[in-house]
């Protein structure tokens, strides 16, 4: 199981960008998936999250990012608007996942895309 990142890139404040990410692999199941950042000298933090057809976001983008699911794709799209200089950060996905293989559940991480936000 593999998941790949694309979207990041340099936009200015007020701008948007969507990030994709894409699972490959032989899936029996996933439980979550989800988007995760990590800014310069500060710990990953969740960004967004879809479980069981629930969502979750982070205080600091509600409103302005929507995390959504292409089940046919097996792809998880983050639609981040009216972005801010603060959400410049390396952006990861995250998935739970049980591998068609062994039955087991864990997670996997994709390599990470980076979103600058100038002022």
């Known amino acids: 199981v593999q998941l790949q990142a694309f979207g990041g890139g340099l936009v200015q404040a007020g701008g948007s960008l969507r990030l994709s990410c894409v699972v490959s692999?032989?899936?029996?199941?996933?439980?979550?998936m989800g988007w995760y950042r990590q800014a310069p000298g500060k710990q990953r933090e969740l960004v967004a999250v879809?479980?069981?057809?629930?969502?979750n976001y982070a205080d600091s983008v509600k409103g302005r990012f929507t995390i959504s699911r292409v089940n046919a794709k097996n792809t998880v799209v983050l639609q981040m608007n009216s972005l801010k200089p603060e959400d410049t950060a390396v952006y990861y996905c995250?998935?739970?996942?049980?591998?068609?293989?062994?039955?087991?559940?864990?997670?996997?991480w994709g390599q990470g895309t980076q979103v600058t936000v100038s002022s």
């Open positions: 879809l479980r069981g057809g629930n969502t």
């Open positions: 995250n998935a739970r996942i049980t591998a068609a293989a062994d039955l087991v559940s864990r997670d996997y």
């Open positions: 692999g032989s899936i029996f199941s996933s439980n979550a």
